[in-house]
């Protein structure tokens, strides 16, 4: 579903002619704020979120204007998309969400894709760059099993992973 989500944002982008008519001014992840294509990282640790404040500008007038971002990396990713929203011309907004990093991400260089865009104009797409650490010495338990054997005794198993 998600990879669908992605395919269907590019292919909307291939197709396009005219940029959609919004500006991008200012955008901060975790209250860091972050400049796009930049070689510098943000180190964030896994296991969190990624607290996204985008800041944009309306240049005319759009309708069903839509913020996607994704935290792409090698096998994992996450992502996250804003309500349509209908933009004025000459009007600063900003908006807010939030992207759940599992326990188990891996350490290493991440790219944050944001998208904005509507139906009927060209994406606009922005790259900055992450780089998410693994928690060190952190365990997971996912399962809990407890057995009554009687007279007041009980024994216990646990599904432990260790993802640090």
Same mark, same amino acid.
């Given at each position: ?9 590019m292919l ?20 860091? /704020? ?16 990624? #607290?996204? /404040? ?8 759009? /309708? ?11 096998? /994992? ?23 759940e990093l ?5 350490? #290493? ?27 060190? %010495? %952190? ?5 809990v099993l ?19």
């Amino acid at each position: 579903m998600k990879r669908i989500a992605l395919i269907m944002i590019m292919l909307m982008a291939a197709v396009m002619v005219n940029a959609v008519d919004v500006g991008i001014t200012q955008t901060k992840v975790n209250g860091v /704020e972050l400049l796009p294509n930049s070689p510098l990282q943000l180190d964030i640790e896994s296991g969190g979120s990624l #607290d996204l /404040e985008i800041e944009f500008v309306g240049l005319a007038a759009a /309708e069903n204007v839509e913020v996607f971002a994704r935290l792409s990396g090698n096998d /994992e990713s996450a992502q996250k998309t804003i309500p349509l929203l209908d933009v004025q011309s000459q009007t600063k907004y900003t908006r807010t969400l939030s992207l759940e990093l599992p326990d188990d991400f891996t350490s #290493d260089s991440y790219q944050l894709l944001l998208f904005v865009g509507d139906k009927s104009s060209e994406v606009i797409l922005e790259t900055y760059n992450l780089a998410i650490r693994g928690k060190r %010495h %952190h365990l997971v338990v996912s399962d809990v099993l407890v057995r009554s054997m009687g007279n007041g005794y009980a024994t216990a198993s646990a599904r432990i992973r260790n993802v640090g």
